[in-house]
């Protein structure tokens, strides 16, 4: 059965071009800025269906109902069984081992078999048929679809501009075989006046020689991308350096910078307050806080710290003179003594003179980053996160965990100076890179101790010379961020001229 929302206003438009959005369901920080996306479309007069599993619609189907634009949302069911999976495992970040990667990529092939079989239906599909087909970036069969169907299929990665200019660079120049060891820093020249350096172990999996998803899968990404008429991405034009230009030149595609997404959304659609639970706690919380006095700490969706690294961060959390946010995934499974010294060092019910409140369950980011209490984000450098934080106007301290994020964090530090590096060398370990299969963890030292977190700290909240001028370049990208969207500013555009490039 196929789960479909559409409204009258929609069945109607049958003469507005009409985009077909395929968020790739790795996780929900994938799922969230193509919802965004499509937001910003319909606004721009297109009839928008986001096309999802089950397990995800709700994910979607909230954020539209809070921004209210009409978007049809259709859910079609994952065959995650038929590969071997458990019920409900439909992103990534709800596999149980990196035993089950290679089986969530092959249920992926027959879901999109089942997509492509709904969108065949044409007319009798409301909206009607598509004009165009942007897939996220593992939906490798929604080129054959779209190519099926005569529309032009397009990619969004997630990634931002910059970091897609150096893998570009990776893929064709492979700098990195050069290297003696996986630690020695070599440069990867991707703006004509930056080289960005970075050593292999800090490199997306697209150039490790073993992930869980297999040799073949990245292959068919790297095809995907080579084939597809346009890229996609959550950026605008100014904030880059010219990376979205030089991507096109150096890819030979249209790349529409259309960010930033989180902006989408109206202020007050998105007050927390309004909200139950963990999102009204936070808010509460910072209210009795003065003004650029909290540090935020989030490692974005699904990233999970080692515990013994965990325990390094935590100590100079608690320590450090400023009040803190800390937001911590899976911590269910942390080992006991590390779950009691957070219960005793940390407060979860949001008492508003605590010092350190730990949000276990999903915390309103966005809304956060704009609080005038918080003064300083420390990241994982994940690109939604970031670009989140340059909306914001707000400066971050860097602390990269995998994929692409070394190469964020390269251009937040080097090239945007708005951030502080907190000096991580190594990758942490994530379900697609394990070295078990099994589950189990490796034992992990930590890498990071608690006095490098503390420097980082004092350089990111100090409003001395050094900090205020990052505070003051953060609060320029701010107004250049929200520029973009208005009406004549580059995304606004970029939307503009996609949609009524169909009409
Ligand atoms: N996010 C959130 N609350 C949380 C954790 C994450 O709102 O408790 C959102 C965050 O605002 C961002 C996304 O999840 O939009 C994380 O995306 P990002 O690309 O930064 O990181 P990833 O999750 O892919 O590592």
């Known amino acids: 059965p196929i789960v479909q929302r559409a409204t009258p206003e929609i069945m109607a438009s049958t003469t507005k071009p009409h985009l077909v959005l395929i968020p790739w369901q790795g996780g929900i920080s994938h799922i969230i800025p193509m919802t965004d996306i499509g937001i910003l479309l319909a606004s721009h007069g297109a009839a928008v269906t986001i096309i999802t599993t089950p397990a995800n619609a709700p994910v979607v189907q909230s954020r539209i109902d809070r921004a209210a634009p009409v978007i049809t949302v259709t859910a079609i069911p994952f065959p995650g069984a038929e590969a071997g999976l458990p019920d409900g495992c439909e992103r990534l970040d709800l596999l149980r081992s990196p035993a089950d990667v290679p089986r969530f990529f092959a249920a992926n092939k027959m879901f999109g078999e089942a997509v492509t079989q709904h969108c065949r239906g044409g007319s009798s599909v409301p909206p009607g048929r598509p004009s165009c087909v942007v897939a996220g970036m593992c939906h490798a069969w929604a080129l054959a679809m779209a190519r099926e169907l005569g529309v032009p299929c397009y990619i969004f990665h997630g990634f931002g501009a910059f970091a897609l200019l150096c893998i570009e660079h990776l893929f064709k120049h492979r700098p990195h075989e050069a290297v003696a060891s996986p630690d020695e820093l070599f440069g990867i020249p991707a703006l004509p006046s930056f080289e960005c350096r970075v050593s292999r172990r800090q490199l997306p999996p697209h150039f490790s020689p073993s992930t869980s998803m297999g040799g073949g899968q990245m292959q068919d990404m790297r095809e995907f991308e080579a084939a597809v008429d346009g890229v996609v991405v959550n950026t605008f034009e100014e904030l880059e350096n010219g990376s979205a230009g030089i991507l096109a030149s150096a890819t030979g595609k249209k790349v529409l910078a259309v960010g930033p997404v989180s902006l989408s959304h109206s202020p007050a659609s998105l007050d927390p307050r309004t909200m139950s639970g963990d999102a009204r706690r936070c808010m509460a919380w910072l209210d009795a806080k003065a003004s650029r006095s909290v540090v935020y700490v989030s490692f974005g969706s699904a990233g999970i710290m080692p515990p013994a690294q965990l325990v390094q961060l935590g100590m100079a959390l608690v320590s450090c003179p400023w009040p803190v946010l800390w937001v911590i995934k899976g911590a269910d499974s942390l080992p006991g003594d590390v779950k009691k010294w957070l219960c005793e060092n940390t407060d979860a019910d949001g008492v508003a003179s605590s010092k350190c409140l730990v949000v276990r369950g999903w915390a309103p980011q966005v809304a956060i980053l704009d609080h005038p209490a918080v003064g300083g984000f420390l990241t994982h450098c994940g690109w939604g996160s970031t670009l989140e934080a340059v909306a914001a106007g707000m400066p971050m301290a860097t602390w990269p965990l995998f994929a692409e994020q070394f190469l964020n964090e390269r251009l937040i530090v080097d090239v945007l100076g708005v951030g ?84």
């Open 420 to 503: 502080v590096s907190v000096g991580v060398t190594k990758p942490t370990e994530n379900i697609l890179t394990a070295s078990k299969t099994d589950g189990s963890k490796a034992e992990v030292v930590a890498e990071v101790r608690k006095e490098q977190v503390m420097e980082a700290l004092e350089r990111l909240m100090n409003q001395g010379a050094e900090g205020e001028e990052r505070w003051r370049k953060a609060q320029e990208l701010k107004l250049k961020a929200k520029g973009a969207l208005e009406e004549g500013g580059s995304s606004n555009v970029n939307l503009e001229n996609l949609v009524h490039s169909f009409v």
